[in-house]
T-cell receptor
Framework: EAQVTQNPRYLITVTGKKLTVTCSQNMNHEYMSWYRQDPGLGLRQIYYSMNVEVTDKGDVPEGYKVSRKEKRNFPLILESPSPNQTSLYFC??????????????FGPGTRLTVL | AQKITQTQPGMFVQEKEAVTLDCTYDTSDPSYGLFWYKQPSSGEMIFLIYQGSYDQQNATEGRYSLNFQKARKSANLVISASQLGDSAMYFCAMRGLGNQGGKLIFGQGTELSVKP
């Protein structure tokens, strides 16, 4: 089944404790992206990757890191989480970023709470 | 800078009636794509419909249609014959189709409630 998976789905952690949220897709997609969703703000893009070893900042990259060493994986790293990073996080992928139609497939979301 | 605005935080519609969810956008990109997503209470993001800025016709997908008015920079979603299962958050999104195609921006969302 074609899908985007994220782990963990739920995480409660404490300020300053490094964490990684994994994202993996099995569709051979070039493009992957991370978003955070907060009430009243919609989804905001954190980072995106147009291919292996190519990443770029979205609108809210502060406090996050990403890497794209393999095509299928795009982990989101919080080196020193803070309470303002409490949010619902989505990973998404699409075949490409270039061209007219590239529907993004979303993972199920990771609900992160930083105490 | 690109911007998406959804001015209706919440809407109600009677079952079997049509409803229009508003979306306006601002961009300097000459070509761009507009998307609508549905997010039910379970949380997943479901793609509904896409409209390219150079598409001559308004997009349709089953009960969903996109009323695209390029000059007014609006891309409203029309849901015909509403069903109880249509109750959800709806997000409008946009991205450029050139070398800024990696950036996708979303509106704040509209929460639709369908009444029996």
């Amino acid at each position: 089944e074609a899908q985007v998976t994220q782990n963990p789905r739920y995480l409660i952690t404490v300020t300053g404790k490094k964490l990684t949220v994994t994202c993996s897709q099995n569709m051979n997609h070039e493009y992957m992206s991370w978003y955070r969703q907060d009430p009243g703000l919609g989804l905001r893009q954190i980072y995106y990757s147009m291919n292996v070893e190519v990443t770029d900042k979205g609108d809210v990259p502060e406090g996050y890191k990403v890497s794209r060493k393999e095509k299928r994986n795009f982990p989101l790293i919080l080196e020193s989480p803070s309470p303002n990073q409490t949010s619902l996080y989505f990973c998404a992928s699409s075949l490409s970023f270039w061209g007219s139609y590239n529907e993004q497939f979303f993972g199920p979301g990771t609900r992160l709470t930083v105490l | 800078a690109q911007k998406i605005t959804q001015t209706q935080p919440g809407m109600f519609v009677q079952e079997k009636e049509a409803v229009t969810l508003d979306c306006t956008y601002d961009t300097s990109d000459p070509s761009y794509g507009l998307f609508w997503y549905k997010q039910p209470s379970s949380g997943e993001m479901i793609f509904l419909i896409y409209q390219g800025s150079y598409d001559q016709q308004n997009a349709t997908e089953g009960r969903y249609s996109l009323n695209f008015q390029k000059a007014r920079k609006s891309a409203n979603l029309v849901i015909s014959a509403s069903q109880l299962g249509d109750s959800a958050m709806y997000f409008c999104a946009m991205r450029g189709l050139g070398n800024q195609g990696g950036k996708l921006i979303f509106g704040q969302g509209t929460e639709l409630s369908v009444k029996p």
